[in-house]
């Protein structure tokens, strides 16, 4: 291999550990190899920055705001309620809840659905006595499935057609890969249903308050003056309280644990607990016993106009600026309005001082805000998801007949070919701002632009990739060990490879990975293109086996309670079941010869 294949190597393999082990935001680690590979000569100005003109960013930032819109007017909210039903039969909720999220999924893009889906799914679960954990997986699962019948259900969609379109092939008709992910997304639900009942209940279902059951740490104080000065911790009722218990004690910098019934507590002990969310709330009440948080900034949700200070669930995500940050070095009490009283990791305990946790993809924060904390942030992708705890919320459901209007005449114009898919896209979105569903600001706002940047920066990747040869060599490779399985075992490697890597960074960066190492193997072995990006398409929408292949598994992951083993238990069979069906369907859908 020539230095450039070499050194592109060697910039891609860091960019995937860096990817995985979160040290920085997506987008900075992408458009920073993008740029290293610039400076090095690699790859020139037109290349790198080819991603910004491609229609991809462009049609991906307009479906956002269309799917922004579906959000706040609450046009999927009814559906999620229906779907479910009373709770009486939990495989007839499952089945009409996967059947609607796949196909609503078909057309919206996934994230979305997740986010307005989970909260209702978690609500429904507490008043039905159910364990959501049961429910959120299989809905999330059946999202990315739906995302992979048509070009508008994913972005990762519209990132493979733009890579198309940029190698001078057609971009991807609307539902031309329905001739695969028909058939996938079909057999992926019945795969989902069946195999939902041996997910794990996260939440005991035989005590009432248990639906709203995860285990959260948070610290109190003995208040000076109070009267739990002097007694002991049995004396004070804290040693057998229901649903929580007392972790550690700090004093004067020192720990205490384990905590002894005998303890005797001193004006300014920190008491760290750790239990359900309901019993967590419940020691505020306990006399000279204070929240850490309320203590010293609880003025700050007070302090704002309208009702008083209401408790939300917020979940963060991989690309979110307080990924590896504490709260106190975020100043997240000033820059939010909200204060943090709890901290849930999925699998592990808290158990460090609130101000000083440094914060994970998947932490759920516990946020005592005003009523308009959601309404300041939920759109910011500061937070994946955040959901009053009572379940309330404001929709502007009035325009929601208006919203479903125009999404259906994207859907229809696209599809019969009369206009295409990023003009389709960019019409929905002026028409919601010009129809007032949208004001200007808001329709800016729901854009990620982090997933922009990570878009436009793979397309300087792919371009690396292919202009060094290092595309070339890599797909040698694969011909050579995979010929002696003919054409479709060739397919075959490129999809089971795309679909490793999918497992461990986010399918954008793994299209751009794998799409040009995909062209390449078809132009060694003769075949068909159009059939290889397919395969990356679909093996990079397969992230099924951990949480953080994907937002929406994310989103789960935190609001479900669910453990990292979860996913890879749950998700093999339909990771099985998508890569099997790709390998027999491709070949017919996109000939791989003629």
Known sequence: MSWEAWFTLLVVVTLLGVLVMERFSASTAVLGAVLILLFAG????????????NPAPITIAALYVLAHAVDTTGVLAPFVGRALGDGRREVSALTRMTVASAGLSAFIYNTPIVAVASPEIIQWSRRARQSSSRYLLPMCYAVS????????GSSINAVVSGLLEDSGQKPIRTFELTRAGGPIALVGLVALIASARFLPKRRDTGEALSQAAREFTVETVVGEGGPLIGEIVAGAGMRNLEGVFLVQIERDGRLITPVEPTETLLAGDRLIFAGNVAKVLDLHRIRGLESVAQQRGLAVAQGRRGPGPRLFEAVIGPSSPLTGETLKGAGFRARYGGVVIAIHRPGEEVREKLGGVRL???????VLADVGFRDRWYDRHDFLVISPLDGGGGLRTRKAPLVGLISLGLIVLTATGVVSVVKGSLGAAALLVITGV?????????VDISILLIVAGSFGIAAAI???GLADHIASIFVSALHPLGDVGILA??????????QLISNSATA???FPIGIATASHAHLSPRAFAIAVLIGASASFLTPIGYDTNMMVYGLGGYRFGDFARFGLVLTLVTVVLAIVLIPIGWPLRG
Request: charged residues 15%.
């Open 360 to 366: 994970h993809a998947g932490d759920v924060l516990l």
């Open 438 to 446: 949208l004001t200007p600001a808001e329709a800016r706002e729901s």
């Open 512 to 514: 751009a990975t794998m």
């Open 493 to 502: 490697g490129v999809l089971v490879a795309t679909t490793v890597v999918t």
């Open 145 to 152: 499935l739906g995302g992979m019948l048509t070009v508008l």
């Open 466 to 468: 292919a202009d060094s």
């Open 42 to 53: 690699v790859i020139d100005i037109r290349a790198a920055f080819s991603g910004f003109s």
